[in-house]
């Protein structure tokens, strides 16, 4: 089992920057990975990282502007963003899993955050 903490979101202007972090607790030898979801639309994909910290994956739409990370000593993953769009507006949610790959499938996470809000205006 493990316990997870998003926490970072907030409003910011086109082109700034915000990063996200999530607190894990309990077991945490997990992949994790960042979600979104806007309203009216699905969940989306966003980044994974493996427990290791070594492969990474990003999803095209943020690749290149967002950056995902992990400190193992602190039990704790981030989500750097960089060159926020208005279309990256959405609930953040963070998510773990116990395979090994950073999967882009969230069915695949057995475990999940609470969510942070991220509100990019124009």
């Known amino acids: 089992q493990v316990q997870l903490v998003e926490s970072g979101g907030g409003l910011v202007q086109a082109g700034g920057s915000l990063r996200l972090s999530c607190a894990a607790s309990?077991?945490?030898?997990?992949?994790m990975a960042w979600f979104r979801q806007a309203p009216g639309k699905e969940r989306e994909f966003a980044a994974a990282?493996?427990?290791?910290?070594?492969?990474?994956n990003y999803a095209d739409s943020v690749k290149g502007r967002f950056t995902i990370s992990r400190d193992n000593a602190k039990n704790t993953v981030y989500l750097e963003m960089n060159s926020l769009k208005p279309e990256d507006t959405a609930v953040y949610y963070c998510?773990?899993?116990?395979?090994?790959?950073?999967?882009?499938?969230?069915?695949?996470?057995?475990?999940w955050g609470q969510g942070t809000q991220v509100t990019v205006s124009s």
């Open positions: 998510a773990a899993r116990s395979g090994a790959g950073p999967s882009q499938s969230y069915w695949e996470y057995a475990y």
């Open positions: 309990g077991r945490t030898r997990y992949t």
């Open positions: 990282i493996s427990w290791s910290g070594g492969p990474t």
